[in-house]
């Protein structure tokens, strides 16, 4: 007699933590900036109706994808903090942008 296991592993790739910090929101985001992860945070992104921060302390890897969100909020004004020298350098790309 046979015994199968199934065991089902939900990797949970990031997370938002929304926050207030006087008049201005703030997005912690924890964990790995892919894929589907990617969509989830454009779809925080668009529905915060408040000025909002985009803090990376806590972010530990974005693929290419990922650090183009990241580019792309930080060229239309929205301020990016906290990014480690490792995600600094995936974000910027190489193009001298701190």
């Known amino acids: 007699m046979w015994h199968v296991i199934c065991l089902l592993l939900v990797v949970v790739a990031i997370r938002i933590d929304i926050e207030s910090e006087g008049?201005?929101?703030?997005?912690r985001v924890a964990g790995r900036l892919t894929g589907p992860a990617i969509k989830e945070l454009e779809e925080v992104c668009e529905r915060?109706?408040?000025?909002?921060?985009?803090?990376?302390?806590?972010?530990?890897?974005?693929?290419?994808?990922?650090?183009?969100?990241?580019?792309?909020?930080?060229?239309?004004?929205?301020?990016?903090r906290g990014a480690s020298s490792f995600i600094k350098l995936l974000i910027n790309g190489g193009s001298g942008h701190k």
Do not use: H, M, Q, W
């Open 48 to 80: 915060t109706e408040a000025n909002f921060v985009i803090d990376l302390s806590k972010l530990k890897f974005a693929d290419d994808a990922g650090a183009e969100v990241i580019r792309n909020y930080r060229e239309k004004g929205t301020n990016i």
């Open 23 to 27: 008049p201005v929101v703030v997005l």
